[in-house]
């Protein structure tokens, strides 16, 4: 990844836009791999694999071209794959395919009647970020419409995306730059798809709010490079610098690589501490102020740990600490088919007992039945939920408040607040 790219990545835009120093503290990084993002990596692969039918991948069972990524296992026992940015020794799993099958059946459902389709698309915005160059991603769908673009990204993990997010502004402003010649779409739709999640998260902005966006994107741009040359030339001591340039918070600094030594964290650790020197006799309004630097508390201790542990499987000592082997993982058959055969034709176990049968979920269910919309009705009858547990929330939470207070039998009464 070139240094023009690291400036301007659309994956951290919203880290850049909410604190343009974090970009000169880690653009020297190297880049890290581990298991979650080549577990994305594989599943992104696959997708745009069945989505674009050029594999050419065969189901022995049928004879047929595999088209979809739930039939990929049975051309590929082993869970081999050739994905050329992943380790051949990860393989793809029955779960992975479920995931990218989830994306790849909302893909193209979306693409329906579309003009055309670009599948892991790169995309360029020099011009939206007002750079010379360098400005570019890849996004993973981008379907054209005489009046939308579709801008689709797929998420593989579990940590909830919102698609109001400027990674996905971001592509759709590359959208309408690299493919102006036939992009003259007048609304821009965005998309998050997190199979994990069971969650699909939709935005549409006009053309003219993505281009109010792209004012934001080019201030963010220049004060990222400011932030840079005055680290690299400074005229102001590193105090200044970090109070002018690092701005923390939950949202930038959950995936920033600075965060375990971040300078700006440091002071807010070091005010949290003082803050919270004796809790219980704290006046409510500077409770609340301790707890604004809590998620940011939490995240840095999270990064300790992570360093640590880093530094320790790298044979480096870190005083008092040691790796340790953890719990072992879930026991599992080493050939399924093998242990099937000798309970049941060797052993003559019977099916409830060689097997654990259970009706299938309601969310399985609506997948289903859910464009028979008569049968759904009658089955959507017999669905309960839950409410969640009460949890803290800042007051721009957009969920209703809700109040907690004792009732007649003393038990705990949850009610919505009105008004």
Request: glycine letters at 6%.
């Given at each position: 990844?070139t240094?023009?790219?690291?400036?301007?990545?659309?994956?951290?835009?919203?880290?850049?836009?909410?604190c343009?120093?974090?970009?000169a503290?880690?653009?020297?990084l190297p880049d890290?791999?581990?298991?979650?993002?080549d577990?994305?990596?594989?599943?992104?692969?696959?997708?745009?694999?069945v989505?674009?039918?050029?594999?050419g991948w065969?189901?022995?069972?049928?004879?047929?071209f595999?088209?979809?990524?739930?039939?990929?296992l049975?051309?590929?026992?082993?869970?081999?794959h050739?994905?050329?940015?992943?380790?051949?020794?990860?393989?793809?799993?029955?779960e992975?395919?479920?995931?990218?099958q989830y994306?790849?059946?909302?893909v193209?459902?979306?693409?329906?009647?579309?003009d055309?389709?670009?599948?892991?698309?790169?995309?360029v915005m020099?011009?939206?970020?007002?750079?010379?160059s360098?400005?570019?991603?890849?996004a993973?769908?981008?379907?054209f419409?005489?009046?939308?673009?579709k801008?689709?990204?797929?998420?593989?993990?579990?940590?909830p995306v919102?698609?109001?997010?400027s990674?996905?502004?971001?592509?759709?402003?590359?959208?309408?730059?690299?493919?102006?010649h036939m992009c003259?779409?007048?609304?821009?739709?965005?998309?998050?798809?997190?199979?994990?999640?069971?969650?699909?998260?939709?935005?549409?902005?006009?053309?003219a709010?993505?281009?109010?966006?792209a004012?934001?994107?080019?201030?963010?741009?220049?004060?990222?490079?400011?932030?840079?040359?005055?680290?690299?030339?400074?005229c102001?001591?590193?105090?200044?610098?970090?109070?002018?340039?690092?701005?923390?918070g939950?949202?930038?600094?959950?995936?920033?690589?600075?965060?375990?030594w971040?300078?700006?964290?440091?002071k807010a650790?070091?005010?949290?501490?003082?803050?919270?020197?004796?809790?219980p006799?704290m006046?409510?309004?500077a409770?609340?102020?301790?707890?604004?630097?809590?998620?940011l508390m939490?995240i840095?201790a999270?990064a300790?740990?992570?360093?640590?542990?880093g530094?320790?499987?790298?044979?480096?000592?870190?005083?008092?600490?040691?790796?340790?082997?953890g719990r072992?993982?879930?026991?599992?058959?080493s050939?399924?088919?093998?242990?099937?055969?000798?309970?049941?034709?060797k052993?003559?176990?019977k099916v409830?007992?060689?097997?654990?049968?259970?009706?299938?979920?309601?969310?399985k269910?609506?997948?289903?039945?859910?464009?028979?919309?008569k049968?759904?009705?009658?089955?959507?009858?017999?669905?309960?939920?839950?409410?969640?547990?009460?949890?803290?929330a800042?007051e721009?939470?957009?969920?209703?408040?809700?109040s907690v207070?004792?009732?007649?039998?003393?038990?705990?009464?949850?009610?919505?607040?009105?008004?």
């Amino acid at each position: 990844m070139t240094t023009h790219s690291r400036l301007d990545s659309p994956s951290k835009a919203d880290q850049m836009e909410e604190c343009p120093g974090s970009v000169a503290l880690t653009m020297h990084l190297p880049d890290t791999r581990s298991a979650a993002s080549d577990q994305g990596t594989l599943c992104h692969w696959l997708s745009a694999e069945v989505l674009s039918g050029t594999h050419g991948w065969i189901n022995p069972a049928t004879g047929a071209f595999i088209t979809d990524a739930t039939e990929y296992l049975d051309a590929f026992l082993d869970g081999s794959h050739d994905c050329p940015d992943v380790s051949p020794d990860l393989k793809v799993t029955q779960e992975l395919c479920e995931i990218a099958q989830y994306y790849v059946d909302y893909v193209r459902r979306e693409a329906v009647g579309a003009d055309l389709m670009y599948l892991e698309a790169r995309v360029v915005m020099n011009e939206a970020l007002g750079v010379e160059s360098g400005a570019e991603g890849t996004a993973d769908a981008l379907i054209f419409f005489p009046d939308m673009v579709k801008v689709i990204d797929l998420k593989a993990g579990f940590t909830p995306v919102s698609a109001d997010t400027s990674q996905l502004k971001r592509y759709a402003l590359g959208a309408r730059e690299t493919f102006g010649h036939m992009c003259d779409a007048e609304q821009f739709k965005l998309v998050i798809v997190q199979p994990k999640l069971d969650y699909i998260g939709e935005v549409v902005l006009t053309s003219a709010e993505l281009d109010g966006y792209a004012t934001v994107a080019k201030e963010s741009a220049r004060d990222v490079r400011q932030a840079i040359q005055e680290s690299e030339n400074p005229c102001m001591s590193d105090d200044e610098w970090a109070a002018t340039w690092l701005h923390p918070g939950e949202k930038q600094c959950r995936w920033c690589k600075a965060k375990a030594w971040c300078p700006a964290l440091t002071k807010a650790s070091e005010e949290f501490v003082e803050a919270t020197a004796d809790v219980p006799s704290m006046e409510a309004e500077a409770l609340a102020k301790a707890m604004d630097l809590t998620p940011l508390m939490e995240i840095r201790a999270k990064a300790v740990r992570a360093e640590v542990e880093g530094r320790l499987v790298k044979d480096e000592k870190v005083p008092g600490y040691k790796l340790v082997q953890g719990r072992k993982g879930a026991r599992a058959w080493s050939d399924e088919a093998a242990a099937e055969a000798l309970m049941r034709q060797k052993f003559r176990l019977k099916v409830e007992e060689a097997y654990d049968l259970k009706l299938i979920s309601p969310t399985k269910a609506e997948k289903i039945l859910g464009e028979q919309p008569k049968r759904w009705a009658q089955l959507e009858k017999l669905i309960t939920q839950s409410d969640g547990k009460p949890s803290v929330a800042p007051e721009s939470d957009k969920r209703p408040a809700i109040s907690v207070a004792p009732n007649a039998d003393g038990m705990e009464e949850i009610t919505d607040l009105v008004g």
